[in-house]
């Protein structure tokens, strides 16, 4: 799946199209002109700020939490994985990624208000001794001060996380979690622990915003470029969850 996107989404479809126009520019110059200029406009649609709050407006669907209004079913926080820092140099080992350290500095924080227990979901995406949940474990203990409950380590997508986590909430005896990752990657987790039969309340964290307005959003910046490389991944992710299970 992840070699079919490098290959699929911006900006290397965009310039398979170019090429491909291009080329037909030489035989058939009404379409390659046609395929050409189409090119050109998806290039500068996918590059641009408006295009990537336009995405996050969607995907950012879920409230923040209130901690005037805990609900009051809830039995423990769950932090998603979100990748590691391989061969970080600074540590001499693998650590959490950034995507990982926000969701868990968000966990921990909303445990530590709430004084409820803290779960973290995350497997090996790669061929690793130490899954990304026991690295987040390690940053929450001995950086966070905060105590973990306990780790889900066998997953490799969300779609795993949730699969793997029912046996772990299980054996807690814990019925609802509020689920904590980055606001836009909610929509493609909440399904997935729905699917598994998981009682789920969002607690998202990290919302996207472009920070721009008037002729700057029409503006390509590489940062826009690549949050709806983003955008689009959990998009196209959700609706093949939805197609494949």
Not at 116 to 134: M, N, Q, R, V
Not at 137 to 155: N, Y
Request: charged share 15%; net charge positive.
């Amino acid at each position: 799946m992840h070699n079919l996107e490098l290959i699929l989404f911006p900006p290397n479809i965009i310039w398979w199209l170019l090429c491909f126009a291009t080329l037909l520019v030489l035989f058939k110059k009404s379409l390659g002109y046609y395929l050409l200029i189409m090119g050109l406009g998806l290039q500068y649609i996918l590059s641009i700020p408006m295009t990537a709050q336009y995405i996050f407006n969607y995907l950012q669907a879920y409230p923040i939490v209130y901690l005037n209004r805990i609900h009051p079913k809830v039995d423990a926080i769950m932090v998603l994985g979100g990748g590691r820092y391989r061969g970080a140099p600074e540590y001499g080992q693998d650590t959490v990624n950034r995507f990982s350290l926000e969701r868990l500095r968000y966990g921990v924080w909303l445990a530590n208000k709430t004084q409820l227990p803290l779960l973290i979901a995350g497997g090996h995406t790669c061929d690793c001794y130490k899954s990304e949940a026991f690295l987040m474990k390690q940053v929450a203990e001995q950086e966070f001060h905060t105590k973990v409950l306990d780790i889900e380590t066998q997953s490799q997508t969300t779609w795993e996380n949730a699969k793997y986590s029912v046996e772990l909430l299980k054996q807690h005896q814990i019925q609802t979690v509020y689920l904590v990752s980055h606001a836009w990657h909610l929509p493609r987790a909440i399904y997935a622990f729905q699917q598994a039969g998981i009682n789920v309340i969002p607690a998202p964290t990290m919302f996207y915003s472009s920070y721009v307005g008037g002729i700057y959003q029409g503006l390509p910046n590489g940062k826009a470029q690549a949050m709806i490389r983003l955008g689009l991944h959990e998009l196209f992710g959700k609706l093949w969850y939805q197609l494949r299970y």
